[in-house]
C-alpha cells in the first residue's frame, strides 16, 4: 500500500506518495507578517518553491521556518489582508508568534491554549 504525507507550505498542500509512513503536517510559519507574504511571493504560492526555499541553508529565509504540530498551542490572532486571510500562532517555546495563511491548520489540529497555574493565596 502506498501512504501519502502532506506538507502544508505557504498555505498549499503538497501530496507525495512515499512507501514511509506519513509524517505530521508542517506549516511554513514567519514572526512577521510581512515576511510571510514575501515567502508567498517568492515561491509564488508554490509549496514545494517554498520548502525549497527554507530546506537551502544559503537562502534567505526571512525568519520564516517549518513549523511542527506538536509545537503549537493555539491561535492567538486573526488578520484580513488584501483578499487574504492569516493566523498567527502561539508555539511553546517563544513567546512571538509565527503567522501562517489562515485555514493551514485545522482547528482540530491546535492543542487548547496552555494556562498558567492558578496562584496561590496565602492564608
Given at each position: 500500500?502506498?501512504?501519502?504525507?502532506?506538507?502544508?507550505v505557504?498555505?498549499?498542500?503538497?501530496?507525495?506518495?512515499?512507501a514511509?509512513?506519513?509524517r505530521?503536517?508542517?506549516?511554513?510559519?514567519?514572526?512577521?507578517?510581512?515576511?510571510?507574504?514575501?515567502?508567498?511571493?517568492?515561491?509564488?504560492?508554490?509549496?514545494?518553491?517554498?520548502?525549497?526555499?527554507?530546506s537551502?541553508?544559503?537562502?534567505?529565509?526571512?525568519?520564516?521556518?517549518?513549523?511542527?504540530?506538536?509545537r503549537?498551542?493555539?491561535?492567538?490572532?486573526?488578520?484580513?489582508?488584501g483578499?487574504?486571510?492569516?493566523?498567527?500562532?502561539?508555539?511553546?517555546?517563544?513567546?512571538?508568534?509565527?503567522?501562517?495563511?489562515?485555514?493551514?491548520?485545522?482547528p482540530?489540529a491546535?492543542?487548547?491554549p496552555?494556562?498558567?497555574?492558578?496562584?496561590?493565596?496565602?492564608?
Amino acid at each position: 500500500m502506498v501512504r501519502t504525507s502532506v506538507v502544508l507550505v505557504a498555505g498549499l498542500a503538497v501530496s507525495a506518495a512515499a512507501a514511509a509512513p506519513a509524517r505530521p503536517v508542517q506549516t511554513a510559519g514567519c514572526p512577521s507578517l510581512a515576511n510571510l507574504r514575501i515567502l508567498a511571493q517568492r515561491s509564488q504560492d508554490d509549496a514545494a518553491a517554498a520548502a525549497a526555499i527554507l530546506s537551502d541553508p544559503k537562502a534567505d529565509h526571512l525568519g520564516c521556518s517549518l513549523l511542527e504540530p506538536a509545537r503549537i498551542v493555539a491561535v492567538s490572532e486573526r488578520l484580513a489582508l488584501g483578499g487574504r486571510e492569516y493566523e498567527c500562532l502561539t508555539l511553546q517555546g517563544t513567546g512571538v508568534c509565527h503567522w501562517i495563511p489562515a485555514g493551514a491548520v485545522a482547528p482540530g489540529a491546535a492543542s487548547p491554549p496552555v494556562r498558567a497555574p492558578a496562584e496561590r493565596t496565602k492564608r
